[in-house]
Each structure stands twice: as structure tokens, then as C-alpha cells.
């Protein structure tokens, strides 16, 4: 395949503070696949952390509402079915225009566009947009386990081996 | 086989079209594929109507229009961006019908697949568009596709029946019931949900109705389902026309194009050795991105060959009773939710409310989530666990919890064990007798 090396970029942990911590799981509005969302869930548990896992088409303002409520440590969203880079760039700015959620933080991953491999990367317009972390269906999902075996995930940064994003 | 068939003659286009094909004893292959723009989908369904094989035509909507965003829609074909279907809503009924005419397909057969719970707008696009053809069910088209409460979905889906039996003479629906999250559903409850849907079509008018079923991880079991599927079928939509549609594996796919293809030419096989009037294919760009046109024409072309070409094998063969087994254990949940309430719209809701009907992983708020599926040493989907569910052959109650690696290696089981046999002619075919048949085909 002649696509470009995966963007991906990776966080980097920060080591004063560990522990379990509270990780909401949510698709996007327009999103209805829900096996990533049950398969992210066991991921993320097995890591000692708690889930609350808000389901499929999930409208921004429910997204806004459950992370009021549940005051999650970390957002992780989903979407494979090609709308990821359409929904993910408009949820992040609305979030990020809360002035209580703008630092909360935020990653997504999946197939984030309709092309595959050969349509080339979301990454940097998602990152561009406000997320913390993209984690591309290309990519493997090895890059994120070791993201929550990290101490803490707290700061984030555009960084990493395969990372021409910025 | 000497299968029972609907009775009563069809008049749409959509309903003369398989009902033609049965009569040749021709499969008929019917594509997935939808696009954003009416250039694109316009020469979508022009390949279709040329290729070789026997087809019906699809338009598959994007998924802003699934859920009723078609603002979201209408901007992304604005700013040219991706979409992964065809909005019909925001493109409108009149510019659809212009594209099929222009496409020289105003006389092919064309349906329209969706997933949608609140599907009027979408009835009255087609309806508007000239077409007679649609699928889902207030059931297939919620749990799998949706946050919103079954009964809603059951309100929009009574109405929109009878709105499409009202206004169009000889009207299609097909039940989407026998998909239900695409893996790891066991046949039974696929079977129970697609004739409970086409109980329900015709309680709401409609007269022609196709009942389907998706290729699980087993041959001979999904054989054996597809006979109880007819049985029980015959037994409830008896006086109306009705036909069965499989859909190849909907569940993770292939990665590699000899697994897909072999995989794909399995559902074929299938289809053609069970009677199966119509099946809707699967390409191989499935476990990567949006099939273009060109992966569509030839998974229909290989598909069809397949199914010319079909053979069977002494592995092919159910066990002893295995089709009346899925199909007493199927006719069972119909008749516990039959029983719930006269009016089926009550009845739906009661079934799932009380854990009648539970499918298995399913996060929808209106679902038990008590039942539980695994896939045995010889390859066949089974209960864990039914919780409530009317089923004897296994334990009720709640099953304990897997965790994320046998979860995805159950979701991986079918892709797997046709990589590995496409990649590694070597790889042993135990679990799975179709691979190592499949591998002669590839070459
Ligand atoms: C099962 C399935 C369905 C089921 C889903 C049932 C349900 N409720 O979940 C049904 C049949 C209902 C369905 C419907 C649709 N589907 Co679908 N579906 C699939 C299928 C076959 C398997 C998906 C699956 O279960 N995977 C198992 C889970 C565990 O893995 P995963 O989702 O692939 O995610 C992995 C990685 O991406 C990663 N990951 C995912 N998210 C995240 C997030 C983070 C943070 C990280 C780190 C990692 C990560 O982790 C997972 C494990 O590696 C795939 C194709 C395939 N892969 O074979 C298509 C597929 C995802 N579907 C697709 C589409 C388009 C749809 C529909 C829109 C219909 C259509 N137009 O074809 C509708 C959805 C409607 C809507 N509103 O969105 C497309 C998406 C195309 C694209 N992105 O380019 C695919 C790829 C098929 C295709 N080639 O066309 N689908």
C-alpha cells in the first residue's frame, strides 16, 4: 500500500499522580456501532479503571451532560462508521467552548473517514480541533494500551515515533 | 427442496423482480452500496443494472440521514465532504427519481437500505423518488441502530407501514431482523425477530415481505436456520408473497482479498443450496473503508458465479435435528411475545421489557442484557446464558463477563479462519469445514 507512514500521536505521561481513574466511553451523534464501545470498555477496565459507557449516537449535548455529571478524569470517543473526522471536529469545539470542559481531557479513535488507509490521515485536523490524542483504525491498538498503562494520562502531547501531524 | 413459498402474486417492481428470478431458478445479488452524490450513486446503480450477474439495485443511506441530521447532511454535500451513503432526504425525492431516470435505470428494481428507527421521512423520499422497495423493522432498526426508545421506533414503523401500503400498490419490506448487531447473535432469536417483524408488516398492511438471515460462523447450522426460518415463515406470513433474503457475513471481515472473497463465495454457496431467493453481498474493501462501485460489481459477479457453480458436501449437513431445534426453540419466543398482548405493538415492547427477547451485547437501554453467545469447538454459535428468554436447551440467569481479548477473539473467529486459510493453504480447516473446501476455489 502506498499510504503515508500512520499519524499517531502518542501522550506523554505525566508522574505525579496514579491511580484509578474515571473514563467515560461515548460514540459520536451520527455513529450507531457499539462492539468498539463494548470492546473499549474491557480494554479500559483491565486497566483498573472505572468506565461509564454513554452508547451510540450520542448527540453532543448528551455527551456535554454526562460529562457534568459523571466528572470523568478522561473521554475516550469512538466512531468507525466514516463520519469520526465529520462529528469529532464539531463535538470537540463545542466542548472545548465550555469553559469547565475545555481542559478535560479528550482522545478519539476508530475509522475515522470513509477511505481507509488510502484516504490519508484525520489526525491533524482532529488534533487541530481540540482532541488530546487520535488513535487510527491503521494504527493498531497498541499504541493506546500503552497510553492507559501510563501512570497518568492526564497531559498530553503531540509526540511520538510515527507522528508528522504538527 | 421442496421449500413452502409465498402465495399470493406480487405487482411491484421490486417483488416481480425476485419473484422473475425464482422462476428461472436464478439467484438474484444485490449490492450494499451507497454514495453521497448523484453523480456517483447514479453510476452506482448503472453498473449494477450492467453487469452479468442477476441484480436488484441498492441505495444505501449515509448516516446523518439514518438519524434524522439531515442538516449535517445537506452541509457535508455542500463543503464536497465525505458521507458514507446517499442522503436521499436532503438530495430530495424528485432529484433521486431524475438520477435513476438518467442513469437509464427507471426500470430496474431498486430498494432502499437505511437504519433507521424513525424512518417516515426517509418512506415518504423514496415513495416520492418512485421506488416500492425499503428494509429495517421497528426491532432491527433500533437495538443495533439507535438511543431511541423502542417504542417510538415501534409508532414510526406502524406508520410508515401503512403510509408505504397505502400509497404504493404491490409495496416491499424487508425484515433487517436477522442481522441484529451483525455477530454473535444466535440463529434462533434471528429467526423469531424476522418473522415478528414480518408479523408485523402485515399487521400494518404490507403484502409483500422478505424475511432475512445472516450468515453466522457455522455452514451446516446456518443451513439448518435457514430451513427453520422458511418453516416458520410459511406458518405466520402464510397468505401473503414473501421470499428469503440472506446477507453474507455482517460480522468483522476478511482482511485479506482471499478470505473475503472466499467468505463471500460461502454465503453464495449457501444461498444457492438452501433455495435462498436473494442475497446481498459483502466486497472486499469490507474490513477497510466504503466499497467503491468497482468493489461492488465484482463481489455481485463472484457472488452469482459462486452460486451457478454452487456444489454441496457430506460437511454441509445439519445434525440430526439441528434445523427443528432452531426452529421449535424460535417458534417458542414468537409465541411467548404473541401471547403478551393481541396488538403486536404492544407486545414487541412487553417481550423485550420483560427479557422475552434479549439480544446478546446489545448496550440499547430497552434491552435486558441478560443473554450471552459463544462459539462452540465445532464452529457453531450458541447460549452462554438465554436469562429470561423462553430457551431450554440452556442456562438462564447471567452470564459472567468476558473479557476484551476473548471478546474480540469471538469477534475475530470468521476472519481469522478465512485469512488463515486464504494466507496459509497449510492452516488446518478443523474448526471450520468451508475454509478448507474454499481454499481449492482460490488457488
Ligand atoms: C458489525 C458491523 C456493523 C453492525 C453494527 C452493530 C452494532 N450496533 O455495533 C451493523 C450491521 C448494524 C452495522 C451498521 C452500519 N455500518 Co457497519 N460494520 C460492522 C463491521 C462488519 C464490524 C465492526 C465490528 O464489530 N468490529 C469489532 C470492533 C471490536 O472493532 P472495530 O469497531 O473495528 O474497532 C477497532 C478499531 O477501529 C479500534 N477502535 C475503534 N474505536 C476506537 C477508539 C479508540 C480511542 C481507540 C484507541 C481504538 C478504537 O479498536 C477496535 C479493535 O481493534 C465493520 C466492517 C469490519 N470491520 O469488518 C462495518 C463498518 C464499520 N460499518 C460501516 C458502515 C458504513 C455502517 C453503516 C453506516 C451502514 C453502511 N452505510 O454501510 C451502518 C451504521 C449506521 C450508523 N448510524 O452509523 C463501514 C464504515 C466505513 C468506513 N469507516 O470507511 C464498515 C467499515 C463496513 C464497510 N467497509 O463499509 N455495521
Known sequence: MSAAAPAVITPEPLPDTTGPRRVLVSSVSSDSHTWNLVFLQLLIEEYGHTVVNVGACVPDELLIAECRRHRPDMVVISSVNGHGHLDGRRLIARLRAEPDLADLPVVIGGKLGTRGAEGGGHTRALVEAGFDAVFEDSVGIGEFRRYLAAPDTRALRTAGSAAPAL | ?443
Not at chain 2, 214 to 242: C, I, K, N
Not at chain 2, 407 to 435: C, I, K, W, Y
Open chain 2, 1 to 443: 427442496m421442496s421449500a413452502p413459498v409465498g402465495r399470493t402474486t406480487p405487482t411491484g417492481s421490486f417483488a416481480a423482480a425476485v419473484a422473475a428470478a425464482r422462476s428461472d431458478g436464478e439467484l438474484v445479488v444485490q449490492p450494499r452500496m451507497g454514495f453521497p452524490t448523484v453523480a456517483q450513486m447514479g453510476a452506482g446503480l448503472k453498473a449494477v443494472h450492467g453487469t452479468s450477474a442477476r441484480t436488484v439495485g441498492t441505495i444505501t443511506l449515509d448516516s446523518y440521514t439514518r438519524v434524522g441530521d439531515h442538516a449535517s447532511a445537506a452541509r457535508a454535500l455542500e463543503r464536497d465532504e465525505e458521507l458514507n451513503g446517499f442522503p436521499i432526504v436532503a438530495h430530495g425525492g424528485r432529484t433521486t427519481r431524475e438520477m435513476i431516470a438518467a442513469a437509464g435505470a427507471g426500470d430496474f428494481a431498486i430498494q432502499v437500505r437505511h437504519g433507521s428507527p424513525l424512518p417516515l421521512g426517509i418512506v415518504q423520499a423514496l415513495i416520492d423518488a418512485g421506488l416500492d422497495a425499503t428494509e429495517g423493522g421497528p426491532v432491527s432498526y433500533c437495538l443495533p441502530y439507535s438511543r431511541t426508545p423502542l417504542v417510538e421506533a415501534v409508532d414510526a414503523w406502524a406508520r410508515s407501514c401503512e403510509v408505504l401500503a397505502e400509497q404504493v400498490p404491490g409495496a416491499h419490506l424487508e425484515s433487517f431482523g436477522g442481522c441484529m448487531l451483525g455477530q454473535l447473535c444466535p440463529p434462533s432469536l434471528l429467526v423469531a425477530l424476522s418473522v415478528l417483524e414480518g408479523v408485523f408488516f402485515r399487521r400494518h398492511g404490507l403484502r409483500s415481505i422478505s424475511l432475512s438471515y445472516a450468515q453466522q460462523t457455522s455452514f451446516p447450522q446456518d443451513v439448518a436456520a435457514l430451513a427453520a426460518l422458511r418453516r416458520l415463515a410459511g406458518e405466520y406470513l402464510g397468505d401473503t408473497d414473501w421470499h428469503v433474503v440472506l446477507y453474507t457475513y455482517m460480522g468483522v471481515f476478511p482482511r485479506t482479498v482471499p478470505g473475503a472473497q472466499a467468505l463471500l463465495r460461502e454465503s453464495a454457496r449457501l444461498a444457492a443450496l438452501t433455495g435462498t431467493e436473494r442475497l446481498i453481498v459483502k466486497t472486499a474493501a469490507e474490513a477497510h473503508r466504503i466499497p467503491t462501485i468497482e468493489d461492488n460489481v465484482h463481489a455481485l459477479e463472484t457472488a452469482s458465479e459462486a452460486a451457478r457453480t454452487a456444489t454441496a458436501t457430506p460437511a454441509d449437513r445439519p445434525d440430526e435435528g439441528e434445523a427443528e431445534e432452531i426452529h421449535a426453540e424460535a417458534r417458542d419466543m414468537v409465541e411467548a411475545v404473541l401471547e403478551l398482548h393481541r396488538d403486536i405493538d404492544r407486545a414487541i415492547p412487553a417481550a423485550f421489557a420483560r427479557g422475552y427477547l434479549d439480544v446478546p451485547y446489545c448496550l440499547h437501554a430497552d434491552n435486558a442484557q441478560r443473554t450471552r453467545s459463544h462459539i462452540d469447538s465445532r464452529g457453531r454459535l450458541r447460549w452462554s446464558s438465554v436469562g429470561r428468554m423462553p430457551v431450554r436447551s440452556a442456562p438462564g440467569g447471567t452470564a459472567a463477563s468476558v473479557g476484551a481479548d476473548e471478546l474480540l477473539g469471538m469477534l475475530s473467529h470468521v476472519q481469522n479462519t478465512f485469512d488463515r486459510a486464504a494466507l496459509d493453504p497449510a492452516a488446518s480447516p478443523e474448526a471450520l469445514p468451508a475454509a478448507g473446501r474454499i481454499r481449492q476455489e482460490t488457488k
